[in-house]
């Protein structure tokens, strides 16, 4: 047993934004739980979103922060949805070893008219299209993309899909988010939680932990089945469903406590939490690169009240330059 690794017990509880990886040998499963706390409060802030996008933001962060702190080396996690629905566009990145950031584009007015309606589910806001999740280890390296098609399925259902077409490892996927309203000097405020659970079954045997295949999309009437018959593997499913959505972002019940209520008859080990960071990779050095590659014209029509002005989409934050800087480059 190694310093980082420990029986359920021996670390103290990670608490809020912290993803702590954990395995059930005796179900050949691994996997990574978290809570989002004050971390989430600092992202949706920024931008007042409507509470349903906020939501679903929420769930893209949760996504993100268990996938990309599965890296084993420095680069990027990036989930991106592009869609038709009312929230056309959800970005969250995970730059190693902890940064994360995240941004949702929305019309205002589809959402509206959403909410009046009552149809504020995700895939109601999403509507049809692709989310991307993308693998990159900065330059010289070739990217690694998995795409999976959205057309009336949450974020929830779309990680389980990407993992059956792009991985080939049986894997289960729960999230969960809510808005609490809790007493505070100068009256009640509001702040978000959220949490989700990821497990593979990960066993020596190849032949044990392959899926079946995808639908050929030809007439093929195969079994689609995500999930290989295996004791072990159905085991771990029963268990995880029984998870209630208020135990994932429950401060008082905590990831490992959570872990100890769905596996202390088999054993589970825990690792050391990875804390996880609100941190904008923007810098007006970059922009500034960005912008000395528009045209003479570009850099003319970005001009206003004699200086131009960039907002970082992600953390709002606004950078001012004197157009004369980008004379000389065109």
Not at 70 to 78: A, C, N, R, T
Not at 161 to 174: A, G, K
Not at 181 to 188: D, H, I, M, N, S
Request: hydrophobic share 40%; charged share 25%; net charge negative.
């Amino acid at each position: 047993m190694t310093e980082t690794e420990r029986k359920l017990g021996e670390f103290g509880f990670a608490g809020d934004d912290h993803v702590v990886p954990f395995a059930v040998e005796p179900l050949d499963v691994r996997g990574r739980t978290v809570q989002l706390g004050p971390l989430l409060d600092r992202i949706l802030e920024r931008h007042d979103y409507p509470e349903p996008v906020a939501r679903l933001l929420a769930e893209a962060c949760v996504v993100t922060v268990l996938l990309g702190t599965s890296l084993k080396f420095e680069g990027k996690f990036i989930l991106q949805t592009r869609t038709d629905g009312p929230v056309d566009m959800l970005v969250a990145d995970f730059t190693t070893p902890h940064s994360l950031r995240a941004y949702a584009r929305f019309d205002a007015d589809r959402v509206d008219a959403a909410i009046e309606a009552g149809m504020t589910a995700p895939e109601d806001l999403l509507g049809g299209g692709v989310l991307a999740l993308t693998i990159d280890q900065g330059e010289h390296t070739q990217r690694y993309q998995g795409i999976v098609e959205l057309n009336g399925i949450t974020l929830e259902e779309a990680a389980r899909t990407y993992f059956r077409q792009s991985e080939q490892i049986p894997t289960d996927v729960r999230l969960s988010v809510a808005k609490l309203v809790l007493p505070a000097e100068g009256g009640p405020r509001e702040h978000w939680r959220a949490g989700g659970l990821l497990a593979q079954f990960l066993p020596d045997s190849p032949e044990r932990r392959r899926v079946q295949d995808m639908h050929g999309g030809d007439g093929d009437e195969r079994d689609v089945s995500v999930h290989p018959d295996d004791n072990s593997w159905q085991e771990l499913l029963a268990l995880v469903a029984t998870i209630e959505p208020t135990e994932l972002i429950d401060p008082t019940v905590g990831t490992e406590r959570l872990l100890y209520r769905l596996f202390h008859e088999h054993g589970a080990r825990v690792y050391e939490g990875v804390r996880v960071v609100d941190d904008c990779s923007c810098s007006g050095q970059k922009i500034k690169g960005i912008l000395q590659g528009f045209t003479a014209e570009e850099i003319t029509d970005s001009v206003e009240d004699g200086v131009i002005r960039v907002a970082c989409e992600f953390c709002s934050k606004s950078y001012e330059f004197d157009p004369a800087e980008f004379a000389s480059a065109q």
